[in-house]
């Protein structure tokens, strides 16, 4: 019984973990590549929900509606690294006023808290269409889509200018001192984060149907979960194996979330088990190392 439940959870954990996958590849970039820690992904994942859904509402293809939504996320992104680098805000501020800014924003491209999407065509609804069943065209399209994101990501960040945005996070002094720009480096690179993140947005609102200004509420936490999970089952050694790691950890991440609900967990506690499964991901390893090095002053 419980091996029949877990095969009925496998689907859809492989549809959403491949869908919120693109969330994870832009933390990598803020937070793996730049060691920015950039919170405007709360905002800027429901910007492009929101975005994509009132352009699409308003007769707009469903493409085109992805596009503008992922040149938005561009933008918010660059926003934050102004603020952080031309006005000198600190960064977790400066993330902060973006993320909050970009909630009344996203109230007034919506008009309203959501926007249902039932009952227009979406980019999915051709092969919801499809006389097989719903998950393997979606599964497929997602695995597509972030396959292709992958690697578009390991090409940029293996040329001139992504070895110079990865210089930038690792030694910022050091790459200043080539000539640089590591200001334009962040500001770009956050930018490219957050398309990344509301390009997962936009997908994300047609395929469940509908796009909610909360929609982001958490999701930086859930993306570093997952970063973390993919991290401690495929070793970050190169950065293939870093944006593998964040893909693999999405897809475990909602196993284990869905194996959880399955099991009795109440949907309200999943952001306080997600915080929980982050706090332990990095607190554990801190107090082992600790507790190594009390042993070692003890001689032991």
Known sequence: MFFDGFLRIVPVSLELGLAYALVALGIVISFRILAFPDLTVDGSFALGGAVAARLIVEG?????????????????????????????????LAGILMMTMLYSINLRIMGRSNIQLLTVDTILTPLENLDINRFIPIILFFLVVTIAMKILLDLFLHTQFGFAMRATGDNEQMIRTLGVDTDRMTVLGLGLSNAFVALSGALVSQDQGFADVGMGIGMIVSALASIIIGETLVKARSVQRMTLAAVVGSIVYKLIISMGLRLGLAPTDLKMATGIMVILALGIPALKKEKESKLHLRGI
């Open 60 to 92: 707009v293809s469903p493409l085109l509606s992805i596009l503008i939504s992922v040149v938005s996320g561009f933008a918010a992104g660059c926003c934050t690294g102004l603020l952080n680098t031309r006005l000198k805000i600190n960064s977790l």
